[in-house]
């Protein structure tokens, strides 16, 4: 019962151009690679499938090592503000959305972006107001360390003058310390918390959405943190388990787990996805700082355009260390969102005291700012380096603003840390930007926005097609200790395949995007497949 995949190009990915005319599958393992021919000669009583690629050019299964894969499915159904270019049409959108709300719904929008706009307008509480005097609103910076809101879900959430900012947050006041509406990392809670829970069916749609798409655009799986944003954690690991039932859909769901749940995770769920065959359960998620369009990014030293401030801890040293102390006592890495070079610092004081236990790597997301001294420090340590290769062509120019010349040698320095030897894993981030991972080969290997035509931003930076799909194979296999198991075309590993119609290591420039999924293939089956379904 094995299936032949031929008529077209395989690359193996286990060394550069390495490539076969055809593949052999059975149980959803690859069993053998090579020509055709040989191929039928040898296993010719197995063979009771044959499928063409149709001329395509199939690369091991593309995953995405850092997302939230509902919040990309509330991107697609939710008010997206993520390609606004001005605040007259954000304004524009957000009375259309209210003109469309029922009596008392919240407006909630996603992704918007200042740095977008010619005035860098952030919007004021009473702007807000006077689109939408009543209804409450919520609208979600891209970063997601960010968020706007009006005087109703003020109103709601009891945010006062006398309110204290919390800790790992900021309340943006003006000159009478009358908050503005502006809410920054921990601070974004005091609004969240008042929205009303989303229902099962709504979370149910969102990642239904979130795995369609994702397969569409040529992605097997996805390393994706979401379990506490949607009320108790069964809540969203019940949508998981629905969704990706292994019958309708098969997608390979590894769910890093928030610290603030991840107690009631490791004591309630460990057991029902032990031997899940597409979801598992992996490291302890805490953010260490925010994000650099916020000024939120914690800092080592004091911001370029804002001398004022170095950013936000989102904890005390020791609460951080206390963090990672319990995740080594539940036999669990960590996995730890760091912007800001003092960030990764506090990170790497932590992860030193408290060694890794277990099989797992430990992860560092993001490492967008670092120092020489720190990257000597991770090379002593098991650690994955999770990065968005997108964030370079989104985060340029403006981010020089932010940090200045001098801290631009070791800043979004993707080639520089291969060439330390750390192993990269390749992500989006989504929803904050595009899940498609065509986009991020894109980003990694130019360095510039779609919209471009110069040398890159810091082009030593940019890596060769074949170290960028790396990203998305071995990477992101090695990030989750599945090395041996997936991220290349080879006898053993698992029968998951990106098919695309163009060959990616003849594609320059823009056409790179071009390239376009013709066929997803998770577990030997076909999950998508253009022109169908």
């Not at 720190?374 to 964030?391: G, H």
């Amino acid at each position: 019962m094995a299936t032949l995949w031929y008529d077209g190009t395989f690359y193996t990915m286990k060394e550069e151009d390495e490539k076969v005319e055809a593949v052999l599958t059975k149980d959803g393992v690859i069993k053998a690679i090579g020509n055709v021919t040989d191929i039928e000669r040898n296993f010719e009583r197995e063979i009771t499938k044959k499928i063409s690629i149709n001329g395509g050019y199939a690369y091991p299964g593309f995953v995405d090592s850092h997302l939230h894969m509902i919040g990309h499915g509330e991107r697609l159904i939710r008010l997206d503000l993520s390609e606004v270019n001005s605040a007259l049409k954000m304004k524009d959108l957000l009375l259309e959305k209210v003109n469309e709300a029922e009596a008392g719904d919240w407006i909630i929008g996603e992704g918007w972006n200042e740095n977008n706009f010619s005035d860098r307008k952030i919007f004021h509480f009473t702007e807000l107001d006077e689109i939408a005097p009543n209804h409450p609103m919520l609208l979600k910076r891209v970063c997601r360390h960010a968020l706007l809101a009006n005087s109703k879900a003020m109103e709601l959430a009891d945010v006062k003058v006398e309110t204290p900012d919390p800790q790992g947050g900021v309340i943006v006041r003006d000159t009478d310390g009358q908050p503005t509406g502006y809410f920054l990392d921990e601070a974004q809670e005091l609004i969240k918390q008042v929205v009303p829970e989303d229902s099962k069916h709504y979370l149910h749609k969102a990642l239904s959405k979130s795995v369609d798409d994702m397969l569409k655009l040529g992605l097997v799986g996805g390393h994706t943190e979401d379990l506490s944003y949607y009320g108790s954690p069964d809540r969203p690991l019940q949508a998981f388990e629905e969704v990706i039932d292994g019958n309708k859909r098969k997608f390979r769901a590894h769910l890093l787990v928030h610290h603030q749940v991840a107690k009631t995770v490791e004591e309630e769920h460990t057991s029902k996805f032990k031997d899940h065959p597409y979801i598992e359960l992996g490291a302890v998620k805490i953010f260490a700082d925010g994000a650099l369009g916020g000024r939120t990014a914690l800092l080592s030293a004091p911001y370029n355009d804002a001398p004022d401030t170095t950013g936000v801890a989102i904890h005390s040293e020791e609460e951080f260390g206390e963090i990672v102390q319990f995740a080594r006592s539940i036999k669990k890495p960590v996995a730890i969102h760091t912007i800001g070079d003092l960030a990764v610092e506090y990170a790497l004081n932590a992860l030193e005291k408290y060694p890794l236990i277990g099989e797992l790597p430990d992860r560092l997301i993001h490492v967008q700012v670092l120092r020489p001294e720190l990257v000597e420090r991770m090379k002593k340590l098991p650690l994955i380096l999770d990065i968005q290769p997108s964030f370079v062509a989104t985060d340029f120019p403006w981010v020089e603003e932010r940090l200045g010349y001098e801290r631009l040698s070791l800043a979004f320095a993707w080639k520089s840390l291969l060439d330390n030897g750390f192993v990269c894993a390749g992500g989006s981030d989504a929803p904050i930007e595009s899940v498609n991972p065509l986009v991020g080969i894109h980003a990694a290997v130019t360095r510039r926005k779609l919209t471009e035509d110069h040398e890159g931003y810091l082009p030593n930076q940019k890596l060769s097609m074949f170290e960028a799909i790396q990203l998305y194979t071995s990477g992101s296999a090695a990030a989750i200790n599945k090395q041996d198991k997936y991220g290349i075309i080879s006898e053993g590993y698992a029968a998951d395949f990106t098919i695309l119609e163009k060959d990616l290591f003849s594609l320059k420039g823009n056409n790179i995007i071009e390239a376009n999924p013709i066929m997803t293939v998770v577990d030997e089956t076909i999950m998508y497949e253009k022109g169908k379904g």
